[in-house]
């Protein structure tokens, strides 16, 4: 395969560049009546919300707290996650999370939330849960910066993959 080609090359799913407009999705919202200064301070409370459950889980796994810290974390994701509904609208996320350009990275996610879990509840191994939430950690970074045009591309650029 050409380099630039199939899925490492999600960038070029189409010669558009990506649909980033956020609040173009204005209908999502009309029923709640959230002007966009709230959909804002939605937005960046529940980015505020999930880094803090994210920190406290990251501070009970200091003292040995496994599981807490694996509820936690995946909460903290989730509501990182949901913060981004408030920009876009809810429904219009879940449809853009599995468009080509994204959908391993939302695919990797969803997975590695659930191995987290499982980490935890099923096999109460934290170096399994490390490992789990490093690679939550990748597939979110990456889910996110699909979002800004050219991003991976030059993130790529910069590690020296592209």
Aim: charged residues 10%; contains cysteine.
């Amino acid at each position: 395969m050409a380099p630039g080609k199939g899925w490492f090359n999600l960038e070029s799913g189409s010669s558009v560049i990506p649909d980033t407009s956020f609040f173009e999705g204005d209908s999502a919202f009309k029923s709640l009546g959230l002007s966009r200064t709230t959909r804002l301070y939605g937005f960046a409370g529940c980015l505020i919300a999930g880094f803090v459950l994210s920190l406290l889980g990251t501070v009970v796994f200091i003292f040995g707290m496994t599981v807490l810290f694996a509820i936690l974390y995946v909460l903290g994701t989730i509501v990182s996650l949901i913060g981004t509904g408030f920009l876009i609208g809810f429904f219009k996320q879940a449809k853009l999370m599995f468009k080509p350009v994204r959908v391993i990275a939302s695919i990797v996610l969803i997975a590695s939330i659930g191995l987290v879990l499982v980490g935890a509840f099923v096999l109460n191994n934290g170096i399994l849960c490390l490992i789990f939430v490093f690679i939550e950690f990748l597939a979110y970074t990456w889910y996110t910066l699909s979002y800004i045009p050219y991003a991976r591309a030059a993130v790529t650029k910069a590690v020296g993959l592209g």
